[in-house]
C-alpha cells in the first residue's frame, strides 16, 4: 500500500543532518567490477566551508575580508553598515549555536571570506571530505592544511593549528518552551476534561451508594457479570430477565378468568429460550446533566485531538490560514523534525484515545449516567452473553491454545464477551412501564419489579381454545396490547449514510484512517487518495451487500394490513398491526398472516414456502370440539396458520360433526411479534451469535507473527538506515501497516461475496452471508428422502387387498378399481387432499393415493369433504364426516365417511404397515404380513396400510362422541396400497458428485428403512455388493435385533462385520436404524460409535432429525437438505441448511434452492468451495505483497538511500494490488467438486509452503539481481552515493541504477503474485479460464517490459526508469526528448541500462517469474503436494463417503 512511501518521505530520507546516508558494507564508487579503483572522476561546482580564525589577519591572503570605507566585516562574514545583534548572530563559525551549546573554543571564531565553489578534477567518492578540503585549500592557497587547518569540534584552534572548516554537526534541533498559546489551549481543554471526568466520578460513587447498598442486600453471593466496573452490580430479582406465573386477582379479573386460572403471566414457554440468552442481566441508569456534559466533552475533545493532527498536517505543507500561509512548520519554529515529531505524539495519543473509546464503547455512556434499579430508570441496558458458534475448531497446538486463552482472557476484561443494549424506558398511555429489546417489548411487572415479555395463555385444549370464539371486548384488546406491544416486527434498515457511519465504526477502519494520515501528513497523499478510494470502494460494497439483504429481510418480516377482526360482538376491520393475542380474526383468501393462529372453523389452503421451505401449499384443518391437548409440534401443527404464510384458499364449515360451524372461516390469535415462530426466526437472524471459522482463530497467530515480523523490519531499518528514533518510529508504522494490509479483511470476504452473487444467480438464494465460508468446508449432508432424492409425486404401483373371509393376501394388482369396494372407497376418502383451482393439494403421497382412485372433489360439502367415486365404480357419493389428521407420533390419520348409498358410517384409518398391524384385530391380519410388507419395501416400494370397521350407529351427529382411539380400535386390516419411490432422475450423479467431493452422504427420512436402504442403493448412497444390517427394536427400551437386509438373517453381534475392511480400508458393512432404535442408541451412548457406520435413519421423527444432525455437527461440518415442512428443524439447527422451495427466500434456513434438486447441493458447495478458495488466494496475494514491499523493498531503500519513483508507487498500489484482487475473484467455481475440501487454516502446510516458498524465491532472486548488478562494469563506479545527492528531494531518489533494478524486479514479483494464486484450479476453473486476470497480468507484464527493454521513451520518462536529463541522453545517443523531465540528481545524469543488460535482466525476472510459478504448479498444487498427502496425510475426518 501507500505506506511503502516510507522511503520516499522526506521525514524518514531527510530528518536533517544528523542522519547518516552511507552503505555500510561496501565503499560506494570505489573499486569497479574487476577490483580496480576506480577512474577519478570531475565534480563540478563543489560548495566549500567556510574557514574560521580568531584573529582576521590570520586569513589566508586571499580570504582577508576587505569592506568599503564605510562598512564593516561582520560576524556573519560579511560588509555591513552596522554590525547589529542579530548580524553577529548569524556567524555561521558558531554552527548556528549559543549559549552554553556554544563550545567555549568557537566563541571567538570568525569567518574568512567565502571560498568560490570549486571543481575537482579527481574526486574520490569514498574519500569526498578530505577531498573537498583540499579542493577548498588549495582555491584558498592553503599549502598544507594537515597541520594548520582543523575541522570544527574535532580538532580547535592552537598550537600548530590556526584555522578550522566549519564543517558543522546537525544543528540542535529547536525545541518548544510549552508556554506557546496553542500549548496553554491544550493543557487548558484537557485539563478542564480530566477535572470533570474526576468530579463526575468522585459525584457518581456518593449518589449510587445507596443503589448499590440496596442491590447487594438482594443480590449476596451473585456473580458479577463484568468486574470492576459500574455495570458489575445487577440486581438479581430485579434485573434478571425471568419468568413468573405469579399475577394478581385483579389482572386476573381484567381477563374475566377465574382466580385460579392460569391468566396472563410472564413468558415461561420453553420456545423462548433461544429469545433470551441464559444469564442476560438487566440494569437500570437515569441521565444526569452533569455526565451528559461530560460524554459530550469527552466527544468534543476527542473531535479537538483529530482537528489538531488536521492543524499540523496543514502546517506542514504551509497551508494554514492568516499570517503563517505559505510558511512550513511555522508551529515548530520552522523545523520539520520538530514537527513531525509533534505529529507523531500527537498521533500515537489520538490513536490511543480513539482506540479507548472504542473498547469502551458498548457501556461508555451508561458510566455518565447514575445507577438505578431497573425499575426506576430512564434507560435499560441490557447485558447479553454472546456465545460464539465455534465451525470446526481444529486441534490446537500449544501456542494457538496459549494465544485463545490470552485473548479469551482479554475479551473477557475488556467486556467484549458480552452483547451491551441500553433501551430507553417508555410508558404506555395507561401509564405502564416497558421497554423494547431486540424487537420485543418487556414489561414492568408492578408486583415483582421485573421486566420481562409478556405472554397472555389463551389456553392448551381444543374446548377452552373454542370457548373463547366470540372474541375479545375492546378494553380487553386495549389492555393486551399494552402489554404485548404492536403485532409488528420492525427491521430497521439504515439509511446509506448511516449505514456507511455504522461500517466504519470498527477498529480495522480506525486503524486505516490513522494510517491514512500518515500518508496524507508525508507529501504522499496522491497513493493516499488511491488507497482511500479502494477502502472506499471495499466498504461500498460491503454496505451495499449488507443494506440489500436488510432489505430483503425486512420486506419478509414487516408485514401490515387490514384483517376483520370480531370485537365486542361485531366484526370490525383492524390493521394488522392492533391484533393481540386471543383475536378471533376471519381468514380470507389472498391474505398474508400477520401472527400465529389456531384454527378454529372452516378449512384453509396455506402457502408455507417462504417460512418452512415446504414446496407444495399445506391443508389446514380446524380444532375438534373436545378436550384433547393442543399441541403445535404434533398434531396441532395442521390446526396452526403460522405468520408469514399464505392464505391460498378457505372453505367453511357449516355443517360439522366435531368443529364449530360458521359460515367464515375463523382463527384464534396465539402468538403476535417477535413471539410467533416467525418472529422468533428473524430475531435469530438479526440478532445471531457470532461465528468463528478456523481462520478467525489462526488469524490472532499471524497477527502476531506479522507484528514481530515490522518489529524485526523496523530494526534492520534502524540498524540498516543510520537514523534517528523519529525516522525509525516512522518507519516501524509503515511496515506494521503495509504487512497488516487494510485490504486484508476486503480479501476475506470478497469471495463470499462473488459466491452469494453466483449461487443467486443459479437459484440458491442466501438469507446469512456468513455460512457460505462453511458451506465451504461441509464434510457431511444428511438428506431428507421423500420429495430431496425422490420425486415429490410417488407413483402408484398397486394394491394388495385382504380376503375377508380367509384373512389372507389376495394377487397383487395394479389396478385399483379391481379390488374390494371398502378398500376403493377408504383409498378415495382417507386422506386431507384439497382443490384448489383445480390444482389437488395437500400430502404428496395422499395425492397420489387420490388420483389413483380416479375421484374428484365436490366444492360444496355437507359435512367436511364430499368425494364423488369414479363413476365406473357404483360407489355413489362420500361424505367425510370426521378427520382425525396424520400425526407423526401415531404414524396414523383416520376418517369417518357417510356412504351416501347404503346410509352407513365407516371408520377407514390409514398409516404405517406397523402401526395399522398394531391397532388392527388378529384375525384380520394375515401370517405373512410382515413377510409381504418388506418384501415390498425392498423393492423400493412405499407402503400404506388400511383397516376399517362399520360404525353401529348411522347419524352423523354422534359421531363427534367419540374420541380417535374408540373410533380407531376394533378395525379389521383392509389391505396395502403400494407406491413406487422413484428417484429424480439427477439424484445418483449428484451423489456421485457428493463422493466424489470427499462429502458422506446419509439419509434421514421417516419412511421405512427398507425403502430407505432400497433409495440409498440406487442412488449410489450404499455402494453396490454392500452388506446392509437394519437395526431395530419396538420402543426405545428394548433392545436392537439386527437383521441382514438381503439374507434376512438375525445378526447377534455387529462389530465382527463392521470389522471387515475393503479394498479403500473401510468397512463392507453399512448399517440402517429405525427411530425407536435410534433412540436406544442414543440413550446408551453407543451413537457415538455407530454414527458413522449408518447410513439410513429411519422412521425419524423432526425431533429425531434435528438430534440425528446435531450428533454429526459434533464431528463435521454438516449440512441437511430437506423440501421443508418436517425437516424445517433439522435444517436450522444445521451448519448448513438447504431448503428446496419454490420461495425466492426462505428465513427456514440459511440457503433454499428454487431448482428442487440434490444438485443444488452440489453447486452450492462448489460455489462456497471457490469462494473459500478465492478469498485466500487473495489472503496469500495480500502477504505475498506485504512481503515484497515491505521486507525485501525496504530493505534495499534503506540500505542504498534510494527510493521508487512515486509514479510507480502509485501504479503497483492502485493498479497492480487492487486490480489483481479484483481480477482474481473473477475465477470461476471447478467444474466437478474436488477430492479434498479447499484448505481454511491461514496456518496450515499449503498456506505456510505456498508463501513461505513465494517469499523465499523472490528473496533470492532479489538478492541475486544485486549480485548480478554489482558485476556489470556499466554500475561499478556510478553507484548511488548519498553524500552526492540532496536526500530532501526525496521523489528523485530513484535516478539510478539501484532503484531501476529494484523497481524492475519487485514490481514483476508483485505482478506475479495474482497469477501465482490463480492455480488451484482443484475448487475453482482451471487458471487459464480467469480471462480479466490474464487479460490484466499480460498487459502489466507488457506494460512494465516495454518499460524495461525500450530505449528511453515518454512511458519510461514518466516513471523516471531508463531516463536521463537531455544532455546525457545525447551523450548516450540518444534523441533528446521533447517533454520536460526534471533533472536527474546523480552525478551520471540517468539511469539508462545498456541495451544488453536490459534484456538479461529481463530474462532474469522472468526467471524469477517462472521459479515461483514451477512451486505452484509442481510443489503446492502438483505431484510434490500430492505424494506428501500419500506420505503424511493430514488428520482429518475418516469416514467412509
Known amino acids: 500500500m501507500g505506506f511503502r512511501g516510507l522511503a520516499k518521505q522526506a521525514a524518514t530520507f531527510a530528518l536533517f543532518a544528523s542522519v547518516s546516508a552511507s552503505q555500510l558494507w561496501h565503499d560506494v564508487n570505489r573499486y569497479d567490477a574487476h577490483g580496480n579503483e576506480c577512474l577519478y572522476r570531475e565534480k563540478s561546482d563543489v560548495v566549500c566551508s567556510r574557514l574560521c580564525v580568531t584573529d582576521l589577519s590570520s586569513c589566508p591572503t586571499s580570504l582577508q575580508p576587505s569592506c568599503p570605507d564605510n562598512q564593516l566585516f561582520c560576524a556573519d562574514g560579511e560588509c555591513h553598515d552596522e554590525c547589529t545583534d542579530d548580524i553577529q548572530a548569524q556567524n555561521p563559525c558558531h554552527c548556528s549555536r549559543s549559549g552554553n551549546k556554544l563550545p567555549s573554543e568557537a566563541q571567538n571564531l570568525v569567518p574568512c571570506l567565502t571560498i568560490p565553489n570549486v571543481t575537482i578534477q579527481q574526486f574520490h567518492a569514498w574519500n569526498s571530505e578530505e577531498d573537498i578540503r583540499i579542493a577548498c585549500g588549495a582555491e584558498a592557497n592553503i599549502t598544507d592544511q594537515s597541520k594548520t587547518v582543523g575541522v570544527w569540534d574535532k580538532s580547535w584552534i592552537g598550537g600548530d593549528i590556526e584555522a578550522v572548516w566549519a564543517e558543522c554537526p546537525a544543528a540542535p534541533t529547536p525545541n518548544y518552551k510549552y508556554n ?23 459525584y457518581k460513587g456518593f449518589a449510587e451508594q445507596s443503589v448499590r447498598a440496596a442491590t447487594l442486600n438482594k443480590t449476596s453471593g451473585a456473580e458479577n457479570h463484568r468486574p470492576g466496573s459500574q455495570e458489575s452490580i445487577v440486581a438479581d430479582s430485579d434485573s434478571n430477565i425471568k419468568g413468573t406465573n ?34 442476560t442481566n438487566l440494569s437500570g441508569y437515569r441521565n444526569h446533566i452533569l455526565g451528559t456534559v461530560s460524554v ?10 483529530i482537528c489538531l493532527l488536521g492543524v499540523l498536517t496543514a502546517d506542514y505543507y504551509g497551508k494554514l490560514p492568516g499570517w503563517r500561509y505559505g510558511k512550513d512548520f511555522s508551529l515548530a519554529f520552522e523545523s520539520d523534525y520538530l514537527l513531525l515529531a509533534t505529529f507523531l505524539i500527537l498521533w500515537g495519543i489520538s490513536f490511543i484515545i480513539c482506540v479507548s473509546l472504542f473498547i469502551l464503547k458498548p457501556y461508555l455512556r451508561n458510566y455518565f449516567r447514575l445507577l438505578t434499579l431497573p425499575a426506576d430508570g430512564q434507560y435499560v441496558c441490557a447485558v447479553r452473553p454472546l456465545n460464539e458458534i465455534k465451525v470446526m475448531e481444529d486441534n490446537a497446538n500449544k501456542l494457538q491454545r496459549s494465544i485463545n486463552t490470552f485473548s479469551e482472557r482479554l475479551r473477557t476484561r475488556l467486556g467484549r464477551d458480552k452483547e451491551y443494549t441500553t433501551c430507553p424506558i417508555e410508558k404506555t398511555s395507561e401509564g405502564r412501564i416497558y421497554f423494547t429489546y431486540q424487537c420485543t417489548r418487556y414489561v414492568l411487572d408492578e408486583q415483582t419489579q421485573q421486566y420481562a415479555p409478556y405472554e397472555f395463555d389463551i389456553g392448551t385444549s381444543h374446548r377452552r381454545l373454542i370457548q373463547q370464539a366470540d372474541g375479545l371486548s375492546g378494553a380487553e384488546v386495549a389492555y393486551r396490547l399494552e402489554l404485548v406491544g404492536p403485532n409488528f416486527i420492525e427491521v430497521k434498515v439504515p439509511s446509506i449514510p448511516a449505514a456507511f457511519v455504522r461500517e466504519f465504526v470498527s477498529f480495522f477502519y480506525l486503524y486505516q484512517l490513522m494510517i491514512l494520515w500518515i500518508y496524507y501528513v508525508y507529501a504522499y497523499w496522491q497513493v493516499g487518495l488511491v488507497d482511500t478510494g479502494v477502502i472506499l470502494l471495499s466498504a461500498s460494497i460491503k454496505v451495499a451487500l449488507r443494506v440489500q439483504s436488510e432489505r430483503r429481510l425486512k420486506q419478509m418480516a414487516e408485514q401490515e394490513e387490514t384483517t376483520p377482526v370480531k370485537r365486542d360482538g361485531e366484526w370490525l376491520n383492524v390493521s394488522t398491526r392492533d391484533l393481540v393475542p386471543g383475536d378471533v380474526i376471519e381468514v380470507t383468501t389472498g391474505a398474508h398472516m400477520s401472527c400465529d393462529c389456531v384454527l378454529l372453523s372452516g378449512n384453509a389452503i396455506m402457502n408455507e414456502s417462504s417460512l418452512t421451505g415446504e414446496p407444495l401449499p399445506i391443508r389446514k384443518f380446524p380444532v375438534r370440539i373436545d378436550d384433547s391437548h393442543y399441541n403445535v409440534a404434533e398434531a396441532g401443527k395442521m390446526s396452526t396458520l403460522f405468520a408469514g404464510t399464505v392464505v391460498s384458499q378457505v372453505q367453511p364449515v357449516t355443517k360439522s360433526t366435531d368443529s364449530l360451524e360458521s359460515d367464515r372461516v375463523l382463527a384464534l390469535v396465539r402468538f403476535t411479534g417477535t413471539m410467533s415462530d416467525k418472529g422468533q426466526l428473524v430475531r435469530r437472524i438479526l440478532f445471531p451469535n457470532p461465528i468463528s471459522f478456523i481462520f478467525n482463530e489462526q488469524m490472532r497467530i499471524v497477527v502476531c507473527i506479522l507484528v514481530l515480523y515490522s518489529i524485526f523490519v523496523m530494526a534492520m531499518a534502524a540498524y540498516l538506515y543510520q537514523g534517528n528514533a523519529v525516522a525509525v518510529v516512522f518507519y516501524g508504522i509503515f511496515a506494521i501497516s503495509q504487512l497488516l494490509s487494510p485490504l486484508l479483511p476486503a480479501a476475506l470476504v470478497i469471495g463470499q461475496s462473488v459466491a452469494a452473487t453466483r449461487l443467486r444467480k443459479k437459484k440458491i438464494y442466501c438469507v446469512d452471508p456468513q455460512r457460505i465460508m462453511t458451506a465451504g468446508k461441509v464434510q457431511v449432508l444428511c438428506a431428507d428422502k421423500t420429495g430431496t432424492l425422490t420425486r415429490d409425486n410417488l407413483e402408484h404401483y398397486g394394491g394388495r387387498c385382504i380376503d375377508p373371509a380367509t384373512g389372507k393376501f389376495v394377487e397383487f394388482t395394479s389396478d385399483l378399481l379391481a379390488t374390494d369396494r371398502l378398500f376403493q372407497q377408504a383409498v378415495a376418502s382417507c386422506h386431507a387432499v384439497a382443490d384448489l383451482n383445480g390444482q389437488l393439494i395437500g400430502n404428496p403421497v395422499d395425492i397420489e393415493q387420490f388420483r389413483a382412485s380416479k375421484a374428484t372433489i365436490d366444492p360444496q360439502p355437507e359435512y367436511l369433504d364430499a368425494i364423488q367415486t369414479a363413476p365406473d365404480t357404483n360407489l355413489g357419493k362420500i361424505h367425510v364426516v370426521r378427520r382425525f389428521q396424520f400425526v407423526h407420533a401415531r404414524a396414523s390419520m383416520s376418517v369417518v365417511i357417510l356412504d351416501e348409498s347404503t346410509g352407513k358410517l365407516h371408520v377407514f384409518v390409514k398409516g404405517s404397515f406397523e402401526r395399522l398391524k398394531a391397532i388392527s384385530s388378529a384375525r384380520s391380519v394375515p401370517a405373512d404380513y410382515d413377510e409381504a410388507c418388506a418384501d415390498l419395501a425392498r423393492e423400493g416400494c412405499y407402503v400404506l396400510a388400511f383397516a376399517h370397521k362399520t360404525l353401529d350407529t348411522a347419524d352423523p351427529a354422534r359421531v363427534g362422541e367419540f374420541t380417535q382411539d374408540e373410533l380407531e380400535s376394533g378395525c379389521d386390516m383392509l389391505g396395502l396400497l403400494v407406491f413406487k419411490n422413484m428417484l429424480k432422475s439427477d439424484t445418483a450423479q449428484a451423489i456421485a458428485e457428493l463422493k466424489h467431493g470427499s462429502t458422506r452422504t446419509v439419509m434421514i427420512t421417516g419412511d421405512t428403512a427398507l425403502t430407505g436402504i432400497v433409495i440409498a442403493r440406487q442412488c449410489g448412497m450404499i455402494p453396490e455388493n454392500t452388506r446392509v444390517l437394519l437395526g431395530e427394536c419396538k420402543t426405545p427400551a428394548d433392545e436392537i435385533q439386527w437383521v441382514d437386509v438381503d439374507t434376512r438373517k438375525p445378526v447377534a453381534d455387529i462389530q465382527p462385520h463392521l470389522a471387515e475392511l475393503g479394498s479403500d480400508g473401510f468397512s463392507t458393512t453399512e448399517l440402517a436404524v429405525g427411530g425407536a432404535a435410534f433412540e436406544r442408541l442414543c440413550a446408551t451412548g453407543e451413537i457415538d460409535t455407530l454414527l458413522f457406520k449408518i447410513r439410513v435413519f429411519a422412521r425419524m421423527k423432526p425431533t429425531h432429525k434435528v438430534e440425528c444432525v446435531e450428533h454429526h455437527m459434533k464431528y463435521a461440518v454438516t449440512a441437511m437438505c430437506g423440501d421443508g415442512g418436517n425437516d424445517s428443524l433439522a435444517l436450522r439447527a444445521a451448519h448448513v441448511g438447504i431448503a428446496l422451495s419454490d420461495a425466492e427466500a426462505s428465513i427456514v434456513s440459511p440457503f433454499s434452492a428454487s431448482n428442487r434438486s440434490v444438485m ?35 530493505m534495499c531503500t534503506f540500505y542504498f538511500s534510494i527510493s521508487i519513483t512515486q509514479n510507480l508507487w502509485m501504479l503497483i498500489d492502485g493498479g497492480v494490488a487492487t486490480g489483481m484482487m479484483i481480477s482474481i475473484s473473477m475465477s470461476g467455481p471447478a467444474e466437478r467438486l474436488a477430492p479434498s475440501r479447499p484448505t481454511s487454516r491461514i496456518l496450515g502446510p499449503q498456506m505456510l509452503a505456498s508463501i513461505g516458498g513465494i517469499v523465499m524465491i523472490n528473496w533470492v532472486f532479489s538478492v541475486m539481481s544485486y549480485v548480478w548488478l554489482f558485476t556489470q562494469d556499466w554500475f561499478r563506479c556510478n553507484e548511488q552515493a548519498a553524500s552526492e545527492v540532496n536526500l530532501n528531494m526525496w521523489w528523485l531518489l530513484g535516478d539510478n541504477y539501484e532503484s531501476s533494478i529494484l523497481s524492475f524486479v519487485c514490481t514483476y514479483q508483485v505482478i506475479n503474485n495474482g497469477l501465482l494464486v490463480n492455480y ?34 515518454r512511458v519510461g520518462c514518466a516513471f523516471r526508469l531508463n531516463c536521463g536529463t537531455p544532455s546525457a541522453l545525447e551523450k548516450l545517443g540518444y534523441k533528446s526528448p521533447s517533454w520536460y523531465i526534471e533533472p536527474y540528481i546523480n552525478v551520471i545524469q540517468h539511469n539508462v541500462i545498456p541495451r544488453a543488460a536490459r534484456y538479461k535482466l529481463w530474462g532474469y525476472c522472468l526467471g524469477n517469474m517462472a521459479a515461483t510459478n514451477l512451486w505452484q504448479i509442481f510443489v503446492i498444487n502438483g505431484p510434490v503436494r500430492r505424494l506428501l498427502q500419500k506420505k503424511k496425510p493430514l488428520r482429518r475426518l475418516k469416514v467412509k463417503l
Open 1320 to 1353: 488451484g484450479y482443484l475448487h475453482r476453473a482451471k487458471w487459464y479460464k480467469n480471462y480479466t486476470l490474464l487479460t490484466l497480468w499480460a498487459f502489466l507484464i507488457a506494460f512494465i517490459s516495454y518499460m524495461l527493454l525500450a530505449d528511453p521513451n
Open 296 to 305: 459530550w466533552s469527552i466527544g468534543v475533545c476527542t473531535l479537538l485531538w
Open 246 to 279: 405469579e399475577k394478581s386477582t385483579v389482572e386476573k379479573a381484567m381477563l374475566n378468568l377465574p382466580s385460579d386460572s392460569p391468566a396472563g403471566s410472564m413468558n415461561t414457554d420453553s420456545n423462548f429460550a433461544g429469545v433470551l440468552a441464559e444469564g
Open 180 to 202: 506557546e498559546s496553542y500549548w496553554i489551549a491544550t493543557y487548558a481543554v484537557n485539563g478542564a476534561l480530566a477535572l470533570l471526568i474526576l468530579v463526575w466520578s468522585v
Open 1160 to 1194: 443444488s447441493c452440489v453447486e452450492l458447495l462448489r460455489q462456497s468451495r471457490a469462494g473459500l478458495a478465492t478469498s485466500f488466494a487473495n489472503f496469500t496475494a495480500l502477504i505475498c505483497y506485504g512481503q515484497v514491499m515491505s521486507g525485501i523493498v525496504k
